[in-house]
């Protein structure tokens, strides 16, 4: 691993790392923040999913987490939000596919499917790397926004006992049914729609073994709300299988981190809760 940047914030640091990934087979940058409990003991973690177009710095940037995590006594981990330097065709043509948009699961379709396996990055990969060489826990908690929202339901959804607690900014909650999704599944997985919905929170809600409550914020103001995001569906999808959710529909927010920094406190808190218990 190489370290790319530290700075002090909140008490704690902020380190930037550029390391080797088998899951990617190539280089990932990933942050974390170590809050100042992390000098004497090992402190629980929580993974940050960031949405389309983002890297590790958005969050971390733009969030304002740090004050709350340092509080709370949580470590927070923000990888990139796909594999960098390949040069597939297609893949820097547009916002919402390739370069910037992995959609944090395991591509079938070549080429993608010789790199794009973000959700084993994220979910195996990185995690063993950031519990060897800091000092943070196995305790984890996972949340994200927007195609990170997505990311955080579906890594909680397919793995029992592995979160403590999950959450969301205006995810994505039903891929196969809406434009992003369906243009992402069909160039990472291909045509088959049925092996789409391994990787859609309302289609692992009915048959999720662990019920862990979900904590969703959605802004009102959202002007992806209708045709991207569908809260209604993961309401819906909770309500039939009798998973509990909390939506909060917030009068005003739009989807930008403004929204994130306004309510991440009380995700902080919430997966704190979850962690320390
Ligand atoms: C920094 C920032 O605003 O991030 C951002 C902007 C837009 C989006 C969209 C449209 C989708 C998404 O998944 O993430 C996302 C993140």
Redesign the pocket.
């Known amino acids: 691993m190489e370290l790319l940047s530290s700075t002090k914030v909140s008490g704690g640091w902020l380190k930037r790392y550029r390391h080797e990934s088998l899951s990617v087979k190539g280089d990932m940058v990933f942050a974390i923040f170590l809050p100042p409990q992390a000098e004497s003991i090992k402190v629980p973690v929580l993974y940050w999913l960031?949405?389309?177009?983002?890297t590790d710095e958005?969050f971390s940037q733009?969030a304002g987490a740090f004050n709350k995590a340092a509080e709370l006594g949580l470590a927070i981990v923000m990888p990139d939000t796909s594999p960098r330097g390949t040069d597939y065709p297609g893949e820097h043509e547009s916002y919402d596919f390739g370069s910037g948009a992995g959609f944090y699961l395991n591509a079938t379709v070549e080429p993608y499917g010789h790199t794009y396996n973000m959700y084993d990055y994220v979910v195996q990969e990185l995690p063993t790397l950031v519990e060897e060489h800091f000092p943070i826990s196995d305790k984890r908690s996972i949340s994200g926004?927007?195609?990170?929202g997505h990311g955080a339901l579906i890594c909680a959804l397919k793995n029992p006992g592995r979160y403590q607690s999950v959450s969301a900014f205006a995810p994505?909650t039903n891929p196969t049914q809406c434009p992003?999704g369906e243009k992402a599944f069909t160039g990472y997985l291909g045509e088959n729609r049925e092996t789409w919905k391994a990787w859609d929170a309302c289609e692992l809600i009915a048959t999720a073994e662990e019920r862990l409550p979900l904590l969703v914020d959605q802004g009102e103001a959202d002007g992806?709300l209708e045709e991207q995001l569908k809260p209604e569906a993961l309401e819906q999808a909770c309500a039939k299988a009798g998973h509990e959710v909390t939506l909060r529909r917030q009068s005003g927010y739009d989807?930008?981190?403004y929204f994130i920094s306004s309510f991440i406190a009380d995700h902080l808190e919430h997966h704190a809760a979850a962690l320390t218990s």
């Not at 926004?145 to 990170?148: N, Q």
Request: proline share 0%; aromatic share 18%; glycine share 12%.
């Open positions: 960031s949405g389309l177009t983002c958005n733009k926004h927007s195609m990170g994505i992003w992806f989807h930008s981190y």
